[in-house]
């Protein structure tokens, strides 16, 4: 048989070692173990004594071959030594393989290790198969090194298993592996694949500090006890779906430099993400998260999506993400969501109890008290947060904190009337400058707006610059269906003693109906009029703007139709009688006379004026006017103080706490 050549030590092993071939380039010579009676491990034994040691091997027999470089056939050899025909699988006793080498490929399909096992140190050059074995008492596999496929699916460990800084250099495979007790994967490395499809961890695994370098797949595993992956590093991301963790989880400091996968994930006890960091997407997709008090802080460089996912108790999520998705899901208690680059999109949410949606103005803590870090992030000019759609969702327990809603979809938003808006949440703004449309100048009183009159305005056939048209899939509301969102807004600002802001709502819901199509037509030439004059009772300068040129209007009519040529002067007459006695008079005023001559002196301009600024409270001047002028006092009397009224209206909504 062709021995092969161990690689040089530099210390020799603990253990009575073979030494063969030790020499001045190598002081150790072969590590192998020292075959009980014999000077030579195993594989320099001759070749009667190795037969003679196999043939007194039986099923369940100890064995400890440390150190030992094994060949395809020397293995065989050694599990046929120990095969139970009973049975029909090799089967050991206790089994000791540190530091051996397994020159090519090495199975131990369907073994039984029936004692302690060690395979600490171990180098399997070829593939390597453990599929279906059972290991009833410890096992370590600490340090090994596995140079090919490693197979270890079905394989049952009922005691603890360490594979700590073990170096698995191609694919592995743990497929419906069972692990009864402990777990630790400590420091290991997973250059290729790493399959632990429908794994299950009976009491904790241990992965932390572990580093894949692909993306290993955990779908469909069961963790029953302790789950701790803290400072793992994902480097093409993983896959957790239908994952069930039934202890306490920690992904602690962990990096996914990929997409990772927890969709369907069940949570049943705490989970840790503090301080974690994903390069890719994160989806928690109709995950369950029962008793989860917090998640988070972590940050997210993509995607964050919590889409039909379930919280079972109080939680306070903690992202820095550029995207968080959370259509249908459901809060079952309080929640406090705090974000910082964020743009949420919260649909279809179901929340029974108050949940508060806020902006993090400083950057989140780690455990230690430190910062997070958010190079991620570098390129953003700031941590805003975007509220991108509400809709359907029970705004009654809704608060909103410091959060943008200019781009926020609002229509089909229940008890809108009663979300809480606090801090500066910010709304869109109509286009500014001046604008030309038709030939005649347009411009926009500044106020805030809904993104969905945005996509409304942007839509129509003469509509100005700087309405922004609607992103795909959001759906086209019209002034029908607007009109109660800016009502229901407006008494959100108006419940939160916010006036102002609530003007804003206010004008929006007049101009939604303004343009309505299910408002008569009458009543909507009124509002045209009430928007002309004074822009719905909030525009004082439009208001004061029309009672100057109505009383410009008036002075210039007075004076031109309205005061007399003269103001008649009354005339006393009467006849005496001839013999005395009483004397009886007749007072008359001639009828005031239309003007003619030039009719515009200062002296006229001045009794118009008076006979105006009267008109404009409600009062007569006591000027003689002619026919005329008496109709037109009687006019400016209805109109000015109208106005004056309007403009006083507008001035109070405005600064109304």
């Given at each position: ?22 020499g ?12 009980p ?38 293995l065989?050899?050694l ?6 025909p ?7 006793g206790?089994?000791g ?12 399909r ?5 004692g302690?096992t ?6 399997f ?10 290991f ?19 394989v ?21 592996a ?11 490395t ?22 894949f ?23 093409r ?6 994952a ?8 602690s ?15 049943e ?8 960091a ?21 940050v997210c ?11 079972g108790?109080p ?60 190079t991620?992030?570098?390129t ?17 327990h ?8 200019s ?23 109509v286009?500014?400058?001046?604008h030309?449309?038709?030939g005649?100048p347009?411009r ?17 056939p003469?509509a ?15 002034p ?5 969102v800016?009502?229901a ?19 929006g ?5 303004r ?10 030439s ?15 300068s439009r ?18 139709f ?27 005023k ?8 030039n ?6 301009f ?15 001047s006591?000027?003689?006017l ?18 004056l ?5 507008a ?7």
């Amino acid at each position: 048989m062709t021995q092969p050549t161990p690689a040089p030590l530099s210390t020799p092993p603990l253990w009575s070692h073979c030494a063969q071939g030790a020499g001045p380039q190598d002081l150790v010579g072969c590590p192998g173990i020292r075959v009980p009676g014999h000077t030579a491990c195993l594989t320099h034994l001759v070749d009667t004594d190795r037969n003679a040691y196999l043939t007194g091997l039986a099923p369940g027999s100890n064995i400890n071959h440390s150190g030992t470089t094994f060949t395809p056939v020397l293995l065989s050899d050694l599990l046929n030594a120990v095969h139970d025909p009973v049975i029909g699988r090799p089967r050991f006793g206790s089994a000791g393989f540190s530091a051996a080498t397994f020159e090519g490929d090495a199975s131990f399909r369907a073994a039984t290790f029936e004692g302690d096992t060690d395979f600490r140190v171990a180098t399997f050059k070829g593939d390597t198969d453990f599929t279906a074995a059972t290991f009833e008492r410890p096992a370590e596999f600490g340090s090994a090194t596995f140079e090919g496929d490693a197979e270890f699916g079905s394989v049952t460990f009922k005691d603890a298993v360490g594979f700590h800084t073990a170096i698995f250099e191609s694919d592995v495979t743990f497929l419906s592996a069972t692990f009864e007790r402990a777990a630790s994967l400590l420091w290991a490395t997973f250059m290729g694949d790493a399959v632990f499809l429908a794994a299950t961890f009976a009491r904790g695994a241990a992965f932390t500090s572990a580093t894949f370098k692909s993306s290993p797949v955990f779908a469909s595993a069961t963790f029953k006890g302790p789950a701790r992956f803290g400072s793992a590093a994902f480097e093409r991301g993983a896959a957790f779906r239908a994952a069930t963790f039934e202890g306490p989880t920690s992904f602690s400091a962990t990096i996914f430099k990929g997409d990772t996968d927890f969709v369907a994930v069940a949570f049943e006890r705490g989970v840790n993400f503090e301080s974690a960091a994903f390069e890719g997407d994160i989806d928690f997709g109709s995950a369950t998260f029962e008793r989860a008090a917090s998640l988070g802080p972590l940050v997210c460089a993509g995607r964050v999506v919590l889409s039909g996912a379930v919280f079972g108790r109080p939680v306070t999520l903690s992202f820095a993400a550029r995207q968080l998705e959370c259509r249908r899901t459901r809060w079952s208690s309080t929640a406090e969501i705090r974000l910082r680059y964020t743009r949420v999109d919260f649909a279809q949410a179901v929340f029974e109890y108050p949940l508060t949606i806020a902006a993090e103005v400083d950057p989140f803590l780690n455990p230690g008290g430190q910062q997070m870090a958010e190079t991620l992030f570098a390129t953003e000019p700031d941590a805003t947060v975007r509220v991108a759609s509400l809709r359907g969702v029970d705004a009654a327990h809704l608060v909103l904190s410091d959060v943008d809603l200019s781009e926020c979809l609002f229509t089909g938003t229940v008890h809108l009337d009663q979300v809480r808006l606090e801090g500066a949440c910010a709304f869109a703004a109509v286009p500014p400058g001046r604008h030309w449309r038709g030939g005649l100048p347009v411009r926009f009183t500044q106020r805030r707006t809904l993104a969905e009159e945005h996509h409304w305005r942007a839509g129509q056939p003469a509509a100005v610059p700087g309405w922004n048209a609607s992103a795909s899939g959001a759906g086209r509301a019209g002034p029908v269906q607007l009109a109660p969102v800016y009502r229901a807004l407006r008494k959100a600002f108006e419940d939160g003693k916010h006036e102002p802001g609530a003007a804003d709502f206010y004008y929006g819901e007049m101009e939604m109906r303004r343009h309505a199509d299910d408002i008569p037509r009458g009543e909507r030439s009124l509002l045209t009029a009430y928007w002309a004059m004074s822009g719905y009772g909030l525009r004082a300068s439009r208001a004061l703007g029309w009672l100057v040129a109505c009383m410009l209007a008036t002075v210039v009519l007075m004076m031109g139709f309205g005061l007399p040529q003269d103001d008649p002067k009354q005339r006393a007459t009467g006849t005496v009688p001839a013999g005395g006695g009483k004397v009886s008079f007749e007072i008359d005023k001639p009828d005031p006379q239309n003007p003619i001559g030039n009719r515009f002196t200062g002296k006229r301009f001045e009794k118009a004026l008076r006979v105006t600024l009267n008109s404009v409270v409600f009062r007569s001047s006591g000027q003689d006017l002619t026919t005329a002028g008496t109709y037109i006092e009687m006019t400016s009397r209805l109109t000015e103080p109208v106005l004056l009224g309007l403009a006083i209206l507008a001035v109070r909504n405005r600064v109304k706490r």
